[in-house]
């Protein structure tokens, strides 16, 4: 365990879940800025480490990983940490809500925050309503998992990969895109969900990574735009 990672993140992006991932596991890192604010990420040099320019990018022994659940997945399985190992009985209902917060909750996020990415102009309004009532639905599931302790690494004690995406993702969508409905996803619905956030808030890990972040003591219950906002696309 003796690597250290270099972590390419911006402020608030899903980098985040990545690096408190790694402060929770205590491996070693750098953390290397991508300046949002000059679009680093489409630079020659970002693009050799992640040719679809995103964020984030992890940099290990074995090469350079990509997308977000696999980095996370990765870590885990090396580390044998925040997630079932292979050969557990629960691995394979949490990779199916491991995919399902990759797919379909943060892949919807995206498109809501990145419209113009994938729809003419005229249509991006239509397209942001549509998503917002299924990613509320997404959520409703989650807090629903989380109530009934269907998923025991989702909820459970300790903090596992399902937590910090789930928690990440409903920051996200308490903040962003600026230029829609605010409230467009009323937390207090979402109770479980709003406990989990609570509780993760008060890791060590967590507080580490949010002060370096500037995301604030309530980064996930009751969350404010990085502040200084430092690389950060907002
Ligand atoms: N599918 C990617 C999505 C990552 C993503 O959406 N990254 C955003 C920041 S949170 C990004 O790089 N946006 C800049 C851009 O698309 O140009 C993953 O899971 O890592």
């Not at 750098?30 to 604010?37: E, F, G, I, K, Y």
């Not at 943060?106 to 003419?120: C, D, S, T, V, W």
């Not at 997404?138 to 928690?167: K, R, V």
């Not at 507080?207 to 309530?218: C, D, R």
């Amino acid at each position: 365990m003796s690597q250290i990672y270099t972590l390419h993140y911006a402020p608030d992006n899903a980098s985040l879940i990545v690096r408190i991932a790694l402060e929770l596991i205590g491996a070693p890192y750098r953390a290397q800025l991508v300046d949002r604010s000059v679009q680093a990420q489409q630079s020659a040099q970002y693009l050799a480490l992640n040719p679809l320019g995103m964020i984030p990018a992890l940099e290990t022994e074995d090469g350079v990983i990509f997308e977000t659940g696999a980095i996370l997945l990765s870590l885990a399985d090396k580390h044998g940490a925040l997630f079932p190992a292979c050969g557990e009985p629960s691995r394979s209902d949490a990779l199916k809500w491991l995919f399902f917060m990759s797919n379909s909750v943060h892949a919807g996020l995206r498109q809501m925050f990145y419209p113009a990415k994938f729809i003419a102009p005229e249509h991006a309004s239509a397209l942001r309503r549509g998503l917002a009532q299924r990613i509320r639905s997404d959520f409703a599931q989650i807090d629903t998992l989380i109530a009934n302790a269907e998923t025991p690494c989702l909820g459970g004690p300790g903090a596992s990969l399902l937590d910090l995406y789930a928690c990440t993702c409903f920051r996200w969508a308490q903040l962003y895109p600026r230029d829609f409905t605010k409230d467009w996803v009323a937390a207090q619905e979402y109770p479980n969900l709003i406990a989990l956030a609570q509780r993760l808030e008060t890791l060590p890990a967590v507080q580490i990574v949010q002060s370096a972040e500037g995301l604030g003591a309530t980064l996930f219950s009751n969350p404010n735009l990085p502040n200084p906002p430092i690389g950060s696309a907002t």
